[in-house]
């Protein structure tokens, strides 16, 4: 009889909210903590969406409008395909409607002050390259819920978003133990 070694695939997640929320500084502490257990088969991978989309050029052209790039999704998806089924795959964008909802097992939408915005734009302020106009169009996406809202829209499974203030470094770090220990299973030491 052959013995066959059971190889449990890690779980995907997304972790999206509006910019400046704390998304790339809280996804790289739950990096941090998950790939931190001696045990060489466990090994996450953090991906920041945006910065390869603007690495890999996968964007149309800048919007005025909006003030952004406009990201060309399916060539990011077709690039994110292979990560994603081979698993483990932690994931940063504001944004998530456009990925299929099966990519993730868990979606965390982080929140900074929806009724007082001033730690965000203070956040966004620090920013290079944020206009008045970028600061206030991002502080209204907040104040709306824009990307909560989006998230609850897009992924309708049980117990599949998350909303999670972020507002202080405490936040944080309970955010980070709730994804790593609760969400991902991590045996921490
Ligand atoms: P995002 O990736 O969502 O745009 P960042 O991770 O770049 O946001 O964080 C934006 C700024 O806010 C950074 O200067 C970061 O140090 C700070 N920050 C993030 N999370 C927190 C937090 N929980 N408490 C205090 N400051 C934070
Ligand atoms: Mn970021």
């Known amino acids: ?15 999206c909210g509006t910019p400046g929320t704390g998304k790339s ?14 045990n ?11 910065d390869v989309c603007k690495a890999k050029e996968f964007y149309h052209l800048f919007d005025e409008r909006l003030n952004s790039f406009v990201i060309d999704e399916d060539k990011i998806l077709d690039h994110l395909e292979p990560l994603v089924r081979r698993g483990g795959m932690i994931l940063d964008y504001h ?15 982080l929140t900074c002050g929806r009724e007082n ?12 390259g944020y206009t008045k106009e970028k600061i206030r169009q991002n502080v209204e996406c907040e104040i709306f819920g824009e990307c909560v809202e989006e ?3 897009a992924y309708t499974g049980d117990g599949v978003v998350h909303v999670r203030s972020n507002e202080t470094e405490e936040e944080m770090e309970e955010t980070v133990k709730f ?11």
């Open 95 to 109: 944004s998530s409607e456009f990925f299929p909802e099966r990519f993730f097992s868990h979606v965390i939408v």
């Open 1 to 15: 009889r052959t013995k066959r070694t059971k190889v449990a695939l890690l779980k995907n997640i997304l972790i």
């Open 151 to 153: 998230a609850k829209e």
């Open 179 to 189: 994804i790593a220990e609760e969400l991902l299973g991590a045996k921490l030491r």
């Open 117 to 128: 915005t001033k730690i965000l734009y203070e956040r966004l302020e620090k920013r290079d």
């Open 40 to 50: 060489k088969r466990i090994c996450y991978e953090y991906v920041n969406v945006g």
């Open 25 to 38: 500084t809280l996804a790289k502490l739950v990096l941090e903590k998950v790939n931190n257990n001696n």
